[in-house]
């Protein structure tokens, strides 16, 4: 049987991997063992609340009502903007007074609007109102989610997966999220592979002591490429230890994973575009129990679902709302 296109990416990567820790473990198994790491913690240290994970997307002027005028707010770089506007956005969504910042940093087109940064307040983050867009805009520009904002649903015969995307850390990822949002369907989108913790990871998806590292990878993945949206690769964005609940890109997309694991071992090679929320992981779990069957991948030995598990991307709301 042939090989399924563009899924050997992450397999590949697995085996170079699962070589090298045969060689570490060699040594390491006097090695104590590293504390636990909050996934949710975790997730926010090297995602949003991480100075150096603050970025927008050049080329690109977003609308929305002026909180703060660029003509009087002058900084030095679009990192300082996004963390202004980041600043301007601690509490829930009526409390927040800027999720979207647009900053001039060319000088040679910027002119004396060299530095301007203005924060913005959209009506609705998961459909991004656009000035304009293009190598033509001299603008860069990103959005920032308040608590319980920017949350989108992956629909599943088992139950709805809430996603918390991470527009800070993966703009461009985040910004393909939303164009499938705003197609109401995301027809060819599904899991195909799935594989559970087995002995080799704990409850909270901590690698149990001297275990291999797979298989079982502790992992779904599938493809978010709906019939009918053209897909354009994403590159590389910032890419965090994947901890569990963390969603990323195989490679450029579209294919993706969902880790039930933290696996520190992966060496940030996939960029993160958002996170499961902690109480809907069970239900990621389910999926990796679904009946399957062996398949081999880049000569690794993966599991297969039976029966492919469709996906809808749905708009959901956070805890508490």
């Not at 060319?106 to 867009?133: I, R, T």
């Not at 860069?140 to 649903?153: D, M, P, Q, R």
């Not at 910032?238 to 901890?243: A, F, L, N, R, Y």
């Amino acid at each position: 049987m042939a090989r399924r296109p563009r899924r050997s990416i992450l397999c590949l990567s697995i085996t170079v991997l699962f070589v090298f820790f045969l060689a570490y473990m060699a040594f390491s198994f006097s090695a104590r063992r590293a504390s636990p790491v909050s996934v949710v913690s975790g997730v926010f240290r090297e995602g949003l609340n991480d100075s150096a994970c603050c970025r927008g997307v050049d080329g690109l002027e977003l609308w929305g009502s002026a909180t703060k005028w660029g003509s009087e707010h002058k900084v030095e770089s679009a990192e300082a903007c996004c963390l202004a506007c980041k600043a301007a956005c601690t509490g829930p969504g009526d409390q927040c007074r800027c999720n979207a910042w647009v900053f001039c940093g060319n000088k040679e087109h910027c002119k004396d609007k060299f530095g301007e940064c203005w924060l913005k307040k959209q009506n609705d983050v998961l459909s991004p109102e656009v000035v304009s867009s293009g190598d033509h805009s001299m603008w860069t520009s990103g959005l920032v989610f308040a608590k319980g904002e920017g949350i989108f649903g992956l629909e599943t015969s088992q139950g709805t997966l809430r996603i918390k995307l991470l527009p800070d850390c993966a703009p461009r990822s985040v910004a393909y999220i939303t164009e499938l949002l705003g197609a109401r369907y995301c027809a060819g989108c599904h899991i195909v592979r799935a594989e559970g913790r087995g002995q080799f990871w704990d409850l909270n998806g901590d690698h149990v002591s001297h275990a291999s590292f797979g298989p079982p990878y502790a992992l779904i993945q599938g493809t978010l490429e709906a019939d009918g949206i053209f897909f354009k690769e994403v590159p590389k964005e910032v890419c965090p230890s994947i901890k569990r609940g963390s969603v990323a890109w195989v490679g450029q997309g579209p294919e993706f994973f969902i880790s039930l694991a933290n696996h520190h071992e992966w060496r940030r090679s996939y960029t993160v575009f958002g996170f499961v929320l902690p109480e809907d992981m069970e239900i990621a779990e389910k999926i990796a129990s679904l009946p399957s069957k062996l398949d081999v991948w880049a000569n690794v030995a993966v599991s297969v679902l039976e029966d492919p598990v469709s996906l809808r991307v749905v708009r959901v709301t956070g805890p508490g709302e």
